[in-house]
Structures are given as structure tokens and as C-alpha cells.
């Protein structure tokens, strides 16, 4: 039988130790003349049996340092270890870690469960061991009874769980996720996202995901890597991340928001006084380190603003509506606040399936001076 959970039973390592470690990792493409530069220094631990995100647009080097991990590319400087164990020298096949690529990679002219049978046969494993593997992983991804069929025969989301079955079947210490959902229409995408995040919490094997997509992170991860540009711009808790975005680009990658660009005149305890446009004054929670006169942006996310008619008006600010779009559940609206201050804020339909307010409605626009934040940079 396969040994899944937890990871740190099946491999007797010790729970303090980091799954992965990378020291200044650099990665260089095209040799010294000009090379073209994937990762800066990147520093960090991901830990043993957490569900751990590698977020960040297309190019930012997210796949690169997967790649480098799995030792499909080599480092060119700075070193990877893995549970403290230095992997620089050690070929992809003798790595305890798996891929599962976007595409998936099955083989087309074996049935599924040759594909997973595959994995265990190169490790010599007893054909006992193997049948008892096979059976256990198809089990857990609930494939079993498609055991027989051949790749061509599935669907796109059995496929994807046909791949992850014959990743598992070896119990690797790593698994390594290259955006295995982006083939996927979209509820089917939302339906894997749950079945991935229970499926590392059952099998108690780090999980390391690389994905562009924001809400994808947010669900699933246990702790989340921001990249842009070779670099890691944040790491946090999925709250973390979308609460207190540690600069301009976190806060505008993850989710929506809204940011105003101002001078701080007055600091007060936590909170800040900031003139927006020329003469709007607003109240922010303060990220400290910030003086009077310091040029700041601030942020501000729309379902954290509220709407309602103009006529009432305690604690709001007068806004007109500009523009809207409709979401189902929800609309945003965008809406103008004089100044040269333009925000989008959400409000959902009323229960008769009515939209609350049009273009051209005049509106008031309330938010708390604790959800209006001062970024840190």
C-alpha cells in the first residue's frame, strides 16, 4: 500500500524541517553576453504539508523555479534544498518529487490504470505492491471504476485525475502542480480547486502550485508566493496577502481595488488624514513608518465601499454613477466622486432581480477609514 498521511510518518522527517528551501536562487537564460534573467535571489521556504502557491502573471518566473525544483532546469547560483537535503546534483528521476504539467502528459496507447501503474513499474515495485497502489490512488481520485479506459476515452477533469493519481502512486514528498486546472472550463476549474485542496489534506504531501490566477490561489492555498519580474513581492496567508498587500503591484494583482494617490497631513495613532485631488481629505489606517508630507497611495477594495440613495447621506460622500457592469450575483459600479476621484464599488440586486441604482443616478458612497489603507510601499 502506498503511504500518504501524514507525509512526515511516511518519510520520518521532522515536521520543524522545510519541505523546500531555496537560498538566492538565481536562474540566467543565453549564456553571459546577454542573458536573460528569470529569478533574482529568490528566497524562501515552503513547509512540509502546507498547500503552497506560486501566483503571478505570465513571465514572472513562477514555472521556472518549479522547473528548478524538479530539475528539469539547473541553478545558476544560489541553492534549492529539499527537507535539508542539498538536490543541485541529484537528476529529476532521482528526486522524491512529481510534476503534474498542464497538459498532463498521459500516455495515449496504455489504459489509466497503466498510466499509474507506470511510475511504480520503473521503481521495480512488486507487481502486488503495484496492483494495491494503483488501486488505492484510483480510489482516491475516484477513477477506479474507469481503470480500464484509455486517456482518449475521458474527459478533460478525468484526465486531470488520472495525471494526479500516477504523480501519487510513487507517495512523493513534493508534488509540483504546473497550472493543472487552466484546461478546464470554468466550473468544472471551481470543482477541482475544492477536490485538489481536500485531496493534499488526505494524502499529507506538500503540495506546490503554480498558477496566474488570483481566486484559484485564494481558495486553495495554505500560504501564497506573489511573483513579478523574477522576484517574490509577498508571502502570506491567502488573507494576508489580500488585506495587507505590501506594495502597489500585490494590491492591484490580487482582486480588485481601488487606489488613490495623495499627501498625508496629519497622523493621529493608527490612523492617517490624506489630501486626495485638491482639497478631498480622507481618513486611512495607517501602515506605519509615514510622516507628514510623505506622498502615499492608498487602497481601497469595492465590496468594502456600500451605496445607497443620495439622500442619505450621514457618514457618506456624494458620488454619480458613471458606469456598470453586470455580474449575476452582483454589479460593479463605477462612480464618479468629483475631485478627479473615481472609485468602483459592488452592490448586489435587489430581491426582484432589479438593479439598485442606473447610470447617472446620484449616489452615496460610505466606507470605513479602516478599510481605506495606506500602503506600506
Known amino acids: 500500500m502506498a503511504c500518504f498521511k501524514p507525509a512526515t510518518t511516511c518519510f520520518n522527517m521532522n515536521e520543524l524541517i522545510p519541505a523546500i528551501t531555496a537560498n538566492n536562487v538565481v536562474k ?3 549564456g553571459n553576453t546577454s542573458p536573460v534573467i528569470a529569478l533574482k535571489n529568490i528566497s524562501l521556504e515552503i513547509r512540509d504539508n502546507e498547500f503552497f502557491t506560486l501566483l503571478g502573471p505570465s513571465g514572472c518566473g513562477k514555472t521556472t523555479l518549479l522547473r528548478l525544483i524538479a530539475g ?11 527537507f535539508d537535503d542539498e538536490i543541485a546534483n541529484l537528476e529529476p528521476n532521482r528526486r522524491p518529487v512529481n510534476t503534474v504539467f498542464q497538459h498532463y502528459a498521459l500516455f495515449p496507447h496504455m489504459t489509466v490504470g497503466q498510466n499509474v501503474a507506470f511510475g511504480l513499474e520503473r521503481l521495480r515495485k512488486t507487481r502486488s505492491e503495484i496492483e494495491s497502489t494503483v488501486d488505492e490512488v484510483l480510489t482516491l481520485v475516484k477513477m477506479k471504476h474507469l481503470a480500464d479506459r484509455r486517456p482518449n476515452q475521458l474527459s478533460g477533469g478525468q484526465q486531470q485525475r488520472v495525471a494526479l493519481a500516477r504523480a501519487l502512486a510513487p507517495s512523493p514528498k513534493v508534488l509540483l502542480l504546473d497550472e493543472p486546472l487552466s484546461a478546464l472550463d470554468l ?3 471551481q470543482a477541482m480547486r475544492e477536490e485538489l485542496k481536500q485531496l493534499q489534506k488526505e494524502t499529507g504531501i506538500t503540495f506546490v502550485f503554480v498558477t496566474h490566477d488570483q481566486e484559484e490561489a485564494l481558495a486553495m492555498s495554505d500560504r501564497i508566493a506573489v511573483m ?9 496567508a491567502p488573507t494576508d496577502i489580500y488585506e495587507h498587500p505590501v506594495n502597489r503591484f ?4 490580487i482582486g480588485d481595488t481601488n487606489f488613490l494617490d495623495g499627501e498625508i497631513v496629519s497622523i493621529a495613532d493608527d490612523l492617517v488624514t490624506c489630501r486626495i485631488g485638491s482639497e478631498s481629505l480622507f481618513e486611512a489606517e495607517n501602515s506605519g513608518g509615514h510622516t507628514i508630507g510623505d506622498q502615499v497611495s492608498l487602497f481601497l477594495r469595492p465590496e468594502k465601499i456600500t451605496l445607497s440613495p443620495s439622500n442619505e447621506t450621514s457618514g457618506t460622500r456624494p458620488g454619480k454613477v458613471t458606469n456598470l457592469v453586470y455580474l449575476g450575483n452582483q454589479a460593479a459600479y463605477t462612480v464618479n466622486m468629483g475631485d478627479g476621484i473615481e472609485m468602483t464599488a ?3 440586486p435587489r430581491e426582484d432581480g432589479n438593479l439598485p441604482f442606473a447610470i447617472d443616478d446620484p449616489v452615496a458612497v460610505g466606507f470605513s477609514a479602516r478599510a481605506l489603507r495606506v500602503l506600506a510601499q
Open 28 to 30: 540566467h537564460y543565453g
Open 346 to 348: 459592488q452592490a448586489r
Open 228 to 236: 513579478s519580474e523574477g522576484e517574490v513581492q509577498q508571502i502570506g
Open 187 to 189: 466550473k468544472l476549474r
Open 72 to 82: 528539469f532546469e539547473q541553478v545558476t547560483d544560489g541553492e534549492i534544498m529539499l
Open 250 to 253: 500585490v494590491a492591484d494583482f
